[in-house]
């Protein structure tokens, strides 16, 4: 597992490596097969009500999340979301015994188990406490790192009052529906603020407790259609589905577009310019009733502009690759009275987001200012939670041509 990591390019320092190396992650998921623990594949460890709300993540995108963290020995590391332990006892093996971990967990029987495995793997000095991480763990603040492996609609202001000054917060943050793992570092200001220094895509279960976000995926129908908004806006969805039986006439695009566009590239670009963006998520089983911008067979969906009185929606010109990054043709199909006019918006953004490169989470750029500061205007767009303020931008020095 460890090779194929370092081969693909997610672990890319030694302290990291090391870490992996030392950890052995099947006594941190002792219920399944020891083999099994070393695919690189998240494991879901606990469910409620059929949602699985804790899991092992996927080692490549805990050495993704590792590698933005950038710890060194010596750091005092606090992480929300301890689940099985295991990233609690990589980041503890990279800090060393000068430095220190707290992990908490808003689930009692997980921090139970977290601790068994943590001994049964010989980690020392954890300290893991059954909490809400929305407020931290002010008992051991300040701290050089917080580190969410959990995802989170806000940047909660416990976490900027304990982190050290220059410290860094890593958190899987949602964007209008997109999620993106990105690690921000404390700057001193007038008006201090976190200035993001890496950006990923990522896919992690949601915060529970204090810090839950309004994001919602509403179903359209048993069938397995949903509609996701970022908010948690009025949506009329029998309007909705009866919208959705008589489509207009499709416009092909010249832009082709492939799997990964759903939430990063094209997904990600109109969760930044449109508050309207909203996708379409479909269940594997309705997949081949459905657009989807992932093959058939796979949960997927597709992205959306959607009005007072209709929608506009991208739909593959036929099905979409099997292959996850082949491109394939695409078109914008509107529905309702007010579809006319959104396709022409989402056929326009799209021309745009090719003719500026394609950009995607790696190259955004982000500065998060507490809601209560006034960002300096003209840095990007300004995306308002309840206690943040995301101001986001891709450079505009970048690639310009490749147009399809
Ligand atoms: C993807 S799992 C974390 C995986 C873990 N880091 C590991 O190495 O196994 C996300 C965890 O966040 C926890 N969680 C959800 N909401 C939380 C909250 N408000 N405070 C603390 N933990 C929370 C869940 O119970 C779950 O265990």
Same mark, same amino acid.
């Given at each position: 597992? !460890?090779?194929?990591?370092?081969?693909?390019?997610?672990?890319?320092?030694?302290?990291?490596?090391? $870490?992996?190396?030392? !950890?052995?992650?099947?006594?941190?998921?002792?219920?399944?097969?020891?083999?099994?623990?070393?695919?690189?594949?998240?494991?879901?460890?606990?469910?409620?009500?059929?949602?699985?709300?804790?899991?092992?993540?996927?080692?490549?995108?805990?050495?993704?999340?590792?590698?933005?963290?950038?710890?060194?020995?010596?750091?005092?590391?606090?992480?929300?979301?301890?689940?099985?332990?295991?990233?609690?006892?990589?980041?503890?093996?990279?800090?060393?015994?000068?430095?220190?971990?707290?992990?908490?967990?808003?689930?009692?029987?997980?921090?139970?188990?977290?601790?068994?495995?943590?001994?049964?793997?010989?980690?020392?000095?954890?300290?893991?406490?059954?909490?809400?991480?929305?407020?931290?763990?002010?008992?051991?603040?300040?701290?050089?790192?917080?580190?969410?492996?959990?995802?989170?609609?806000?940047?909660?202001?416990?976490?900027?009052?304990?982190?050290?000054?220059?410290?860094?917060?890593?958190?899987?943050?949602? !964007?209008?529906?997109?999620?993106?793992?990105?690690?921000?570092?404390?700057?001193?200001?007038?008006?201090?603020?976190?200035?993001?220094?890496?950006?990923?895509?990522?896919?992690?279960?949601?915060?529970?407790?204090?810090?839950?976000?309004?994001?919602?995926?509403?179903?359209?129908?048993?069938?397995? #259609?949903?509609?996701?908004?970022?908010?948690?806006?009025?949506?009329?969805?029998?309007?909705?589905? $009866?919208?959705?039986?008589?489509?207009?006439?499709?416009?092909?695009?010249?832009?082709?577009? /492939?799997?990964?566009?759903?939430?990063?590239?094209?997904?990600?670009?109109?969760?930044?310019?449109?508050?309207?963006?909203?996708?379409?998520?479909?269940? /594997?089983?309705?997949?081949?009733?459905?657009?989807?911008?992932?093959?058939?067979?796979?949960?997927?969906?597709?992205?959306?502009?959607?009005?007072?009185?209709? #929608?506009?929606?991208?739909?593959?010109?036929?099905?979409?690759?099997?292959?996850?990054?082949?491109?394939?043709?695409?078109?914008?199909?509107?529905?309702?009275?007010?579809?006319?006019?959104?396709?022409?918006?989402?056929?326009?953004?799209?021309?745009?987001? $090719?003719?500026?490169?394609?950009?995607?989470?790696?190259?955004?750029?982000?500065?998060?200012?507490?809601?209560?500061?006034?960002?300096?205007?003209?840095?990007?767009?300004?995306?308002?939670?309840?206690?943040?303020?995301?101001?986001?931008?891709?450079?505009?020095?970048?690639?310009?041509?490749?147009?399809?």
């Amino acid at each position: 597992m !460890v090779s194929g990591l370092i081969a693909s390019g997610r672990i890319r320092t030694r302290g990291v490596e090391r $870490a992996f190396r030392a !950890v052995p992650r099947h006594l941190f998921l002792p219920e399944l097969p020891s083999e099994q623990a070393y695919q690189d594949e998240a494991v879901a460890t606990k469910w409620v009500d059929g949602v699985a709300v804790s899991s092992a993540s996927q080692p490549s995108m805990m050495a993704i999340m590792l590698e933005q963290l950038e710890l060194r020995p010596g750091h005092r590391v606090l992480e929300i979301g301890a689940g099985t332990g295991y990233n609690a006892a990589l980041m503890s093996e990279v800090v060393g015994p000068a430095g220190s971990v707290v992990a908490v967990d808003i689930d009692e029987d997980l921090v139970q188990s977290a601790g068994e495995h943590l001994a049964a793997a010989g980690v020392p000095g954890v300290t893991l406490a059954t909490r809400d991480g929305a407020l931290g763990y002010p008992e051991r603040a300040p701290y050089d790192r917080i580190v969410l492996t959990v995802g989170s609609w806000d940047i909660q202001p416990a976490w900027w009052r304990q982190l050290a000054p220059g410290g860094r917060l890593l958190l899987p943050l949602s !964007v209008r529906g997109s999620q993106l793992s990105v690690a921000l570092d404390l700057m001193p200001g007038p008006p201090p603020y976190l200035r993001g220094i890496s950006v990923r895509s990522c896919a992690f279960v949601r915060l529970r407790g204090q810090g839950a976000g309004p994001e919602s995926s509403r179903p359209l129908d048993t069938d397995g #259609l949903a509609v996701q908004t970022g908010d948690q806006r009025e949506l009329d969805t029998a309007g909705l589905r $009866a919208l959705l039986r008589s489509p207009g006439d499709e416009r092909v695009s010249s832009v082709k577009l /492939a799997a990964v566009d759903l939430w990063d590239g094209l997904g990600l670009w109109l969760a930044v310019r449109e508050p309207n963006v909203c996708r379409l998520l479909v269940s /594997a089983a309705a997949s081949d009733r459905s657009p989807s911008l992932l093959p058939v067979g796979m949960d997927g969906g597709t992205v959306a502009l959607l009005g007072e009185r209709g #929608l506009a929606v991208v739909v593959p010109c036929g099905h979409a690759s099997a292959e996850l990054d082949r491109r394939f043709p695409v078109a914008v199909r509107p529905y309702g009275p007010d579809g006319a006019g959104l396709a022409d918006r989402l056929g326009g953004l799209l021309g745009a987001w $090719a003719a500026a490169g394609r950009p995607s989470a790696a190259e955004l750029r982000m500065r998060a200012y507490p809601s209560d500061t006034t960002p300096p205007p003209g840095a990007g767009s300004v995306l308002r939670k309840a206690h943040s303020q995301l101001v986001l931008d891709w450079p505009d020095n970048r690639v310009a041509p490749g147009l399809s």
